[in-house]
């Protein structure tokens, strides 16, 4: 088996292409080793002591190294946990079962929505899943919708687009620019 390796805007990333599906459907994004109790892999990496942030993609895994770690030495350790994990066929959660699917869920939500803008977060929504979700898993992340409310999106960058040195700019110049060319409700995109 061959995994490849990309590098991704940011330098404390690197994404990981097995060759074959990492994830039927949605994402998961594991942000300390006690979320990653769910899934062996996802354990496996934190389990380095060098790892902050694993994320599973549809066909991608993407790994945050931690400050100061060297992508020269932990490299080579993801390789071989994700090697182990693949010629193993281990299922990729407890279960076996992808439970924990990143969708954005009722309680995830901070904003408080009106019942009103229901055409409009439809239309937001649309539009990143069609034109902005691509293009950030291609970066090795993901960005999940937050909220909507007086003119204002609320997302959050996930994976490698998470804590990534451009992700600001990418919410600001390109995500708000193509909100608001599409949607003139749409005045303002924040961070959440």
């Known amino acids: 088996?061959?995994?490849?390796?990309?590098?991704t805007p940011n330098p404390a990333s690197l994404k990981f292409l097995p060759g074959r599906e990492v994830m039927p459907s949605g994402t998961r994004?594991?942000?300390?080793p006690e979320s990653a109790?769910?899934?062996?892999?996802?354990?496996?990496?934190?389990?380095?002591?060098?790892v902050v942030n694993v994320f599973f993609g549809n066909d991608f895994i993407s790994v945050?190294?931690?400050?100061?770690?060297?992508?020269s030495a932990l490299k080579p350790q993801v390789l071989s946990i994700l090697l182990d994990h693949y010629v193993a066929q281990t299922p990729l959660f407890i279960?076996?079962?992808a439970s924990g699917i990143s969708v954005p869920q009722e309680e995830d939500l901070a904003i408080e929505e009106d019942p009103a803008d229901?055409?409009?977060?439809?239309?937001i929504n649309d539009l990143l899943e069609e034109r902005v979700r691509p293009a950030v898993a291609g970066d090795g992340g993901d960005i999940?919708?937050?909220?909507?409310k007086d003119g204002v999106v609320y997302l959050?960058?996930?994976?490698?687009?998470?804590?990534?040195p451009s992700s600001s700019a990418t919410l600001k110049h390109g995500i708000e620019g193509l909100l608001k060319h599409y949607i003139p409700e749409v005045t303002e995109v924040r961070a959440a």
């Open 95 to 97: 279960g076996g079962t």
């Open 37 to 50: 109790e769910a899934s062996p892999l996802a354990q496996a990496l934190f389990d380095t002591g060098e």
């Open 1 to 7: 088996m061959f995994i490849e390796t990309e590098t």
């Open 144 to 148: 999940a919708y937050r909220g909507y």
């Open 156 to 164: 959050a960058m996930q994976g490698a687009c998470s804590g990534c």
């Open 29 to 32: 994004e594991f942000t300390s």
């Open 64 to 71: 945050t190294a931690a400050p100061g770690v060297s992508w």
């Open 118 to 123: 229901k055409e409009i977060i439809e239309q």
